[in-house]
């Protein structure tokens, strides 16, 4: 009992945090709900007592101008009551568009904030999908539903069982024991429901990925080359079939659930009809009276029903509001600090005995990381694939925390620092970086281009791009892609990377981070490029990360990874001279593209 309570109380907070939140979103939403249960409880009491009127007339004086007099009562309430429910429910489906995009909005802009780790988290995607699967499914909306059913059904349970209790109680008490137990069978849909949703969550989640793939032009060369078509004819034959069988499985469970229901309802329907007919014949009532009371009844068991399912509904529901909740949670509480870095451009950065092993991964991708990266020094971070080196700099760059050790900025614990101060301090040209369809000036600057575009051509022409962007007919303007612009251009793999170097260069932060920045630029390019960048990171801190070793000649220092650990570290000159070592081992095999 103790537990129930508990958890109506945690249902309870669950559904009113959810209402304040759709309120701040869209108020006419709510007010329409509130105002469409009002005039439902209209409409239907109107379609219970003005039958009883007009038969009586019929069946006793036949009265003209009275029966003119109920049926124009009657057409009129029907006609004000259904355009008045037009018009709302015409208002609720804008506003239900409103609400939809107002709730992945608040999602979406969770995502943004929530910590890297999460990103990369298969839980916490299989988690968004299934959040999003049930606000496009309409099951918050039911919440609402649920919300205005209870507060009209008990209206109408009030009056219509005062009603029925003037003909007899115990219609009611029976009528009260088969809802009771239909109210059961319909708790048992609901877990069911529930059950399968989540499980298609994860099917959606692979099935959109693969859906996604057939949208993508970048991906259109392999495709086709590789015929990739075949794959994803396997991948989408492969959901069809399981979603046939957990829907078949999820079915047929329902199913019988709802055949109990619907048996019950006859059996209701059919206690009624034999009692009042009974009451008929013994003159207790009329056919006036007969079709009130029936209707009445009728009304009366499924406002019971309709209560208790909304209360049903509820729980199911707050499920997945716990879920959005837990969604939003992970983009709120961020386990960051709050101390300001110092305006400073002096930043050394230290990695005092760190490991590393990624969530629910059984080995470490760092072990026992001990380095300092000194105030403008260049560091080389080299090894082979697969050796940690953008582990570490994911750490670096506060993606992700320590599994052990620590990591101290200017002496200061990463953790304890303000992350967004922090990362002002930093500009990094990813491995996998991401270009976005538009325009070239947005990708470098995004919402800073307005501010200083000789700076952003300043930035093109340092990186060694302007060259081209000259050639283009609307320059930095020109939108990169076709998705939005017919005109848009896609640029080589080089191009690519000199534009995202130009991207990092206009942030001027006092750290560069540089991974694996030219992998798709041959060794002379990648020279060229390296060389520009020893140029305009004068004063800068750059940590360069490569299993390819041109960097290394104009570094201070080089870090050597190898099975996530630094095996050696020092010049080029002093590490050169370790015939042993796998610097050597690694320079020596590349020699050939430096000579």
Known sequence: MKKRLQNLKKNIALILYFVKTSYSISKSYIWGMIFSSIIGIIAGYNFIIMPKFFIGELMNLKRINVIALYLVIFVSIIFITKNISDIIS????????????????????????????????????????????????????RMFDCLTSIVTESINLISLGILISFLN???????????????????????????????????????????????????????????????????????????????????KKSGLFYGLISINEQIQLLIVYIYITYKVFTGVIGIGGFSMYVSAASQFGKSIFRIMDSFVGFRLISNYIDMYMQLLKLGENKKRGGLKIVDTDDICIEFRNVSFKYPRAEQYTLKNINITVYPHEKLSVIGENGAGKTTFIKLLCGLYRPTSGEILVNGINITELDYESYIQKISAVFQDFKLFACSIKEN????????????????????????????????????????????????????????????????????????????????????????????????????????????????????????????????????????????????TAQAQYYI
């Open 90 to 141: 015409n208002m609720m489906e804008i506003e239900k568009t409103k609400l939809l995009k107002g709730l992945q909005n608040i999602i979406d802009r969770s995502i943004m904030e929530m910590d890297y780790e999460h990103i990369e988290d298969p839980k916490i995607l299989d988690l968004r999908e299934q959040v999003m699967e049930s606000i496009h499914g309409d099951f918050f909306y």
């Open 169 to 251: 109680p115990i219609i009611i008490v029976i009528l009260v024991l088969i809802v009771l137990m239909n109210n059961i069978f319909n708790k048992k849909i609901n877990e069911t429901t529930f059950f399968w949703d989540k499980i298609f969550g994860v099917f959606n989640r692979r099935l959109g990925y693969f859906h996604s793939i057939t949208n993508d032009f970048s991906i259109g060369k392999d495709s086709r080359i590789y015929d990739i078509k075949g794959l994803l004819n396997d991948e989408f034959d492969d959901f069809n079939k399981k979603s046939y069988e957990a829907n078949m499985r999820g079915m």
């Open 444 to 587: 470098i600057a995004f919402d800073d281009f307005n501010n200083d575009e000789e700076k952003i051509i300043g930035t093109l022409n340092k990186s060694g791009i302007l060259e081209k962007i000259n050639t283009l007919s609307n320059g930095i303007d020109t939108q990169l892609y076709k998705y939005f612009d017919e005109n848009g251009i896609e640029l080589s793999g080089g191009e690519n990377q000199k534009l995202v170097i130009s991207r990092a260069i206009y942030k001027n932060s006092p750290v560069i981070v540089l991974d694996e920045p030219t992998a798709s630029l041959d060794p002379y390019a990648e020279y060229e490029i390296f060389s520009k960048l020893n140029d305009i990171s004068q004063g800068k801190t750059v940590i360069f990360i490569s299993h390819r070793l041109s960097s290394c000649r104009i570094c201070d220092k080089i870090a050597v990874f190898h099975k996530g650990e630094i095996v050696q570290y020092g010049t080029h000159d002093e590490l050169i001279g370790f015939p042993d070592g796998k610097y050597y081992e690694m320079y």
